[in-house]
């Protein structure tokens, strides 16, 4: 893991975490709600009614408010259209007309619009709030600054709040962000650090509406509730499946600029989704109010789940969205995009609890109905000859029904032939219901419950916000965790060509998946979109080229073809050694270029002679093995853990001993050394994987490291110029010696470098990767288009 990582999870455990629970806000006191973005379209939808109504059940709980409409427009013509939004706010059903007249005209008169450009402008904010304390008497409770606003402006406004608005002493502080937070990994990754230089992690609440949904925060009290009868069934032995899905039938139209950056896999699968699943599978908290231990646990899912793939997922796109994108970006009619509107993913968690038991995430615009629902199918072993309308023969399921559909309401509902489902809460038994079909049984054949009083998610959460409870946001590493999920899978479905389809009833069959092992495909084979539709001249028709670079042969494609192929060679090689010499010594270098390739061999190559291979190490951090910056911890999390390899197979560098850290005297590079001469015949590896820095080093021999100087020896200490700065490494010596040696490089990232290496001789100094040249072996670089073409 690279050095950011490691100072975010240091800032984390400084700012405590998500471990303690936050400490409650005052019983009474005044508090300032500021709602930046406050005129735009999910104020206007959401917001404001939700704090209208955190107003209305807080204003006789001793508690005052001020509310501040924010934003960049001048508040002569912002205030205008703020209060036709404020005038628009509703009561519930058990407010009296008069009591919510009043209501009202104090929700009015207790708002404000203020402009909120630059840091004068949060400063003067700051001074009117104080001065407000100060000349009416009241205690502060604390602020609640809510960002809605575009997510490249958090930091910034977070600076603002943290340097100018913070308020002193005792009240607390609360920020809210809007999805998404960040793009991928890396970017969720910086945009969490930069936040962290200004907020503490308990004082950021990122929102994630579907939370909110009552059905949603119903699954784990339910499951705690229904223990009794849940605990015995709630495993691999009685459930064959689960699904999550979200169905639109709109379209995008309106948000096609934000849209096509993300699609419907960050948009929906990698939070939404991924929430949910989180939730019907994570390990039963002791207290559910702990967010602490809730979070806790809902990561522990995340870190359990097998590594996502191509071979994962099944991606569409409705007909129409490529016009859509032409019309509001502004591009031609050749104009093609590959961003998808469906998409249908596989997972599987890695516990005994729930081996082999697939988990389907699925989401789509342009379907034929609206409908959101988790699906928990249990195994029927009971086969009926001729009484099919028999209960015992009738599907076993469990059903979240997060509203809308045939049933129109939200509820759960569990089939009559499982179990009678306690009531508990706010929550009351339907009894009475229309004659329709819910997921393949008539609505007579279920228990339904679902809330007394419909609540809008919104509204929930923000009385969670108000109250301090994090059980239903999202934390700093739970985000970070959730990225490095998706982040694969995105990465290897780039390039990939959608299956186009016409949307609505339309669309028929052409959506329906089936599921192959762990893999999952489309049910039917037809091809809707072909290279020639494209224009034909696309980079993305190449398949897999091969030439030559820097005199050595070299195999170029797009990344998830780089990496088939490399497996594939791998594969080859080791099947060869253990035939011929019956063992297969392949040594691995760290980083991140690998983990692709790891995830690839995880997942495909069943056959790969594990039993008969060694795995060594091309270079280690001077760090524990069991801290998340050590080469062998993240090799054992995507590779090792899931491969049957014995354990007297698995050379980790011994960089501690003596409980010290790469010291010369304990002589850890000799004693690597002397385990590879008595195990590697002739040192000479069958396989050796390296990868290239962007500063041109590879293994751990970086530049300026008098790499000449290193001799014969097979193994060294060396010097990086980034922390940590103490690394163990192969020689060239070692690494020259290899019967094959691969070279990976990947990334748009690595393009000017990759220019630079076509040009130069050997130079060691500059670039070390240029020593790498096998006595008698074979050198192939693996390098994917963004680094060759850019």
């Not at 630059?118 to 609640?144: F, P, V």
């Not at 916000?465 to 994090?470: E, V």
């Not at 049910?523 to 670079?549: H, L, W, Y």
């Not at 060396?718 to 060239?732: A, D, G, N, W, Y």
């Amino acid at each position: 893991m690279s050095l950011t990582v490691w100072l975010l999870l240091v800032a984390l455990c400084a700012s405590g975490g998500y471990g303690e629970e936050e400490k409650e806000a005052p019983r009474s006191g005044h508090v300032s709600v500021v709602i930046v973005g406050g005129t735009g379209d999910l104020a206007r939808k959401y917001l404001w009614q939700g704090f209208f109504q955190l107003y209305v059940d807080q204003v006789s709980g001793g508690n005052t408010f001020s509310f501040y409409g924010a934003g960049l427009s001048p508040a002569e013509k912002a205030t205008p259209v703020l209060f036709e939004i404020l005038k628009a706010v509703t009561c519930s059903k058990d407010v009296s007309q008069d009591r919510c007249a009043i209501l009202k005209d104090q929700f009015l008169r207790l708002s404000q619009y203020r402009q909120l450009k630059t840091l004068e402008d949060y400063q003067e904010l700051a001074k009117h709030i104080e001065q407000q304390l100060q000349q009416e008497g009241m205690t502060e409770a604390g602020r609640l600054f809510y960002l809605s606003v575009p997510a490249f402006a958090y930091a910034g406004a977070a600076e603002k709040i943290n340097s100018s608005c913070r308020p002193t002493g005792g009240p607390w502080l609360r920020v809210v962000l809007e999805k998404p937070f960040g793009h991928d990994y890396r970017s969720a990754q910086v945009l969490a650090t930069e936040l962290l230089s200004a907020l503490k992690d308990e004082e950021m609440y990122r929102i994630d509406h579907y939370l909110g949904k009552q059905v949603v925060s119903k699954i784990l009290p339910f499951r705690i509730e229904n223990r009794k009868f849940l605990d015995p069934i709630w495993n691999r032995h009685h459930i064959e499946r689960i699904e999550i899905v979200l169905k639109e039938t709109l379209d995008v139209k309106g948000r096609i600029a934000f849209y096509d950056e993300y699609g419907v896999i960050r948009d929906v699968l990698q939070n939404h989704l991924t929430e949910v699943m989180t939730l019907l599978t994570m390990e039963l908290p002791v207290n559910v109010s702990n967010s602490g231990e809730v979070l806790r646990n809902k990561l522990e899912v995340l870190h359990s789940m097998l590594p996502l793939g191509k071979n994962q997922a099944v991606i569409g796109q409705y007909q129409t969205y490529k016009t859509e994108v032409q019309q509001e970006l502004n591009k031609t009619k050749e104009h093609v995009t590959l961003t998808p509107t469906f998409a249908a993913v596989l997972a599987h968690i890695d516990k005994a609890q729930y081996e082999d038991v697939p988990v389907l995430l699925i989401s789509g615009k342009m379907l034929d109905e609206r409908v959101g629902y988790a699906r928990v199918v249990f195994k029927n072993d009971v086969f009926c000859l001729q009484s099919q309308n028999d209960d015992r023969c009738k599907p076993k399921q469990i059903v979240f029904y997060f509203g809308h559909g045939c049933l129109k309401y939200p509820a759960v509902l569990v089939s009559k032939n499982l179990f009678k489902p306690l009531i508990v809460g706010e929550w009351k038994e339907v009894t009475e219901h229309k004659d329709i079909s819910v997921l393949g049984l008539q609505i007579s054949d279920y228990y339904i419950q679902t809330p007394t009083t419909e609540k809008e998610a919104y509204t929930e959460l923000i009385s969670h916000i108000f109250a301090g409870q994090k059980n239903n946001f999202i934390s700093t590493e739970n985000l970070l965790a959730s990225w490095e999920v998706w982040t694969p899978l995105l990465s290897s479905l780039k390039g990939s060509f959608p299956r186009i389809y016409p949307g609505g009833a339309d669309n028929g069959g052409m959506l329906d998946v089936h599921l192959r092992g762990k893999e999952i495909h489309y049910n039917s084979e037809v091809v809707i979109i072909s290279p020639d539709q494209t224009g034909g001249t696309s980079a993305s028709n190449f398949q897999v080229m091969q030439g030559k670079f820097r005199s050595a042969e070299m195999v170029s494609a797009w990344t998830e073809e780089l990496v088939e192929r490399l497996a594939a060679d791998m594969q080859e090689a080791a099947e060869k050694a253990v035939q011929e010499n019956g063992v297969f010594h392949l040594a691995l270098s760290g980083g991140s270029s690998p983990l692709a390739l790891f995830h690839r061999l995880v997942l495909h190559h069943f056959s790969f002679p594990w039993r008969d291979t060694h795995i060594w190490m091309v270079d280690e951090r001077c760090v524990p093995p069991t801290e998340v910056e050590s080469n062998f911890y993240n090799m054992h999390k995507h590779l090792l853990h899931y491969v049957k390899i014995p354990y007297y197979n698995i050379h980790p560098m011994p960089v501690q001993l003596n409980q010290r850290l790469c010291v010369e005297e304990d002589g850890g590079a000799q004693l690597y050394e002397k385990e590879i001469k008595k195990l590697v015949n002739g040192s000479s590896f069958h396989f050796v994987l390296l990868g290239v820095g962007y500063d041109g080093h590879t293994a751990s021999l970086f530049p300026g490291g008098k790499l000449n100087e290193l001799g014969e020896g097979l193994v060294a200490l060396t010097e990086s110029p980034v922390k940590p700065h103490q690394r163990m490494s192969l020689t060239f010596s070692a690494i020259n010696r290899a019967r094959s040696i691969a070279v990976l490089v990947m990334g748009k990232g690595k393009h000017e470098l990759v220019t630079q290496l076509s040009r130069v001789q050997e130079n060691l100094e500059k670039y070390p990767v240029t020593g790498v040249k096998p006595a008698n072996g074979r050198l192939v670089w693996y390098i994917d288009y963004d680094a060759l073409l850019g």
